[in-house]
């Protein structure tokens, strides 16, 4: 043994924390390159040996590419896990299966080499018969596998089932490429676990909000989730167990010994927004939204008495599966002035008579509340969305009701709203206190639209720009006066405001 291979080999024996086992190692497999440490590594290795300890069952790490994610979980955490736990078997996925094998042959070279042997040859050795590029064995009875994402490991079980990057980001926007790391993880690595210890982690650059970790913040009960930003935002900063970024002012960089402000903002420039939003700060939406500012919507206690026109717009799903769109509705508001109000919006999953059902009961309500409410349901394409469209007109006929069939796409309808929240002219009618439920409609409306285009779902942001833009038809304005009369059916006949009339000059005190 040299010098050098000695000094590690000391170094380790000192003590046995993976984040000195990290630095200790670190010449071994990055020979050319010196190690600069950073607090991150601190956290995610923390993080790990907990999870090596059996403190932590399923974990979640979101963290910008480039910062040693997976030399920390694929390469080193297993290599120091088998220091004192050499029977445990390990599955590891990625996008890539190339990828896999290369993390599975920094592991051969780390654990053959000459400190590592000195310091725990006696811990286990190497079976001969199973000395694979993507699989290997020890004498113990350990396993080290890696399989690609959306491959199987048939009749392999793990102690430790680790996934590095599922989806490639070329599939950001690929609803197929997603939904195959969502089915690897849910209908194949599920089955995987050797036992209800068995421990489970992720690590991955968020791409879409309905990616792996979407899907897991989604659905996983008691996981830990460290998230790790670029740039310091205290509200995506955070873990679940026992870390505190240590940052402290807004957009601080994570490792500007590694990354400068002129490296970030460069990287910035080319990933554009949606990739620096998911790909740099692990929230796959840009701060402020590109397309609707949602913080200039302004929340209210009520919506004036008088309005010029209302709209309740339905969006119609025809399941209610966990795996179907909602079905939705939304009442929008103009008034004289052309102030857009958000009075009321809610989303469900139904089965078709129950939807039928709901419908009518929203649409009553509704006019209770604005008697000119004029009705649209959107139609979608094709002989059964015609077929759907007439039993609800059907169901609906005592209202003032329209079919509206879609004639663009969802960004190009939801632009002119995203305009009037720009301008600071949308409101939002406060929900009350939602009881036994985790949000309200406001925060699942506002959620909706903070995330669009990329959110899993988009039936509240359907219905919300289908009623703006169906007013925007009913109430136009052109130099300050109404170019359209309200609308004027048997149940569209709103009492006029006297403030309204040019010839009102107020009412006496007494």
């Known amino acids: 043994m040299t010098d050098r291979e000695k000094a590690i080999t000391d170094q380790i024996l000192k003590g046995n924390s993976l984040q000195e086992f990290i630095r200790a190692f670190w010449p071994i497999l990055e020979p050319g390159r010196e190690y600069v440490h950073n607090w991150h590594i601190d956290a995610i290795a923390d993080h790990l040996a907990a999870a090596s300890m059996g403190h932590i069952e399923t974990l979640l790490i979101n963290i910008p590419p480039r910062f040693m994610k997976s030399l920390m979980v694929c390469v080193f955490w297993f290599s120091w896990t088998w220091t004192f736990q050499p029977w445990t078997r390990w599955l590891f996925g990625s996008y890539d299966d190339g990828l896999s094998i290369r993390d599975s042959l920094k592991c051969r070279r780390l654990i053959t080499s000459a400190p590592y042997r000195a310091a725990f040859g006696h811990v286990f050795n190497l079976a001969g018969d199973q000395n694979q590029k993507s699989r290997f064995e020890n004498d113990k009875t350990g396993l080290r596998l890696s399989v690609g994402v959306g491959g199987g490991a048939t009749g392999e079980g793990g102690d430790y089932i680790v996934f590095d990057d599922p989806t490639k980001p070329l599939d950001a926007d690929s609803p197929a490429g997603l939904l195959t790391g969502v089915r690897w993880w849910d209908e194949t690595m599920s089955t995987r676990g050797n036992s209800e210890q068995t421990v489970r982690v992720g690590i991955m650059q968020r791409l879409n909000e309905g990616d792996l970790s979407g899907h897991m913040l989604a659905t996983e009960r008691d996981m830990v ?47 554009g927004p949606y990739g620096t939003a998911g ?232």
Request: aromatic fraction near 8%; hydrophobic fraction near 35%.
């Open 225 to 271: 989730h460290l998230c790790i930003p670029m740039r310091y935002e205290p509200e995506l900063a955070k873990s679940t167990y026992l870390f505190t970024d240590p940052r402290t002012e807004p957009d601080e960089l994570l490792w500007p010994l590694r990354f400068s402000e002129k490296t970030i903002i460069r990287l910035e420039r080319r990933l």
């Open 279 to 510: 790909q740099l700060q692990q929230q796959p939406v840009p701060r402020g939204n590109a397309l609707i500012q949602v913080e200039k919507i302004q929340i209210v206690g009520a919506a004036p008495a008088y309005v010029y026109a209302s709209v309740l717009y339905f969006d119609k799903a025809a399941s209610d599966k966990k795996t179907s769109d909602f079905s939705a509705a939304a009442l929008l508001s103009i008034t004289w002035e052309g102030e857009i109000f958000i009075e009321w919006a809610e989303h469900l999953k139904l089965t078709t008579y129950r939807r039928e059902q709901w419908m009518h009961q929203v649409a009553s309500r509704m006019r209770r509340r604005r008697p000119n409410v004029v009705i649209y349901v959107e139609q979608e394409g094709g002989s059964s969305g015609l077929d759907s469209m007439k039993a609800t007109l059907r169901n609906l006929a005592e209202f003032d009701i329209h079919a509206d069939p879609p004639k663009t796409g969802k960004i190009a309808r939801a632009v002119p709203f995203a305009a009037q929240v720009e301008a600071g002219n949308v409101r939002m009618v406060e929900a009350p206190p939602a009881e036994g439920e985790e949000t309200n409609w406001n925060e699942d409306v506002i959620a909706e639209l903070r995330m669009f285009p990329l959110g899993k779902h988009d039936d509240l942001v359907d219905v919300v720009d289908g009623a703006y833009n169906r007013l925007f038809e009913l109430g136009q304005v052109d130099n300050g006066a109404r170019t359209n009369p309200p609308p004027q059916s048997e149940y569209s006949r709103t009492p006029r405001p006297p403030w309204a009339d040019d010839d009102w000059e107020g009412h006496d005190d007494d």
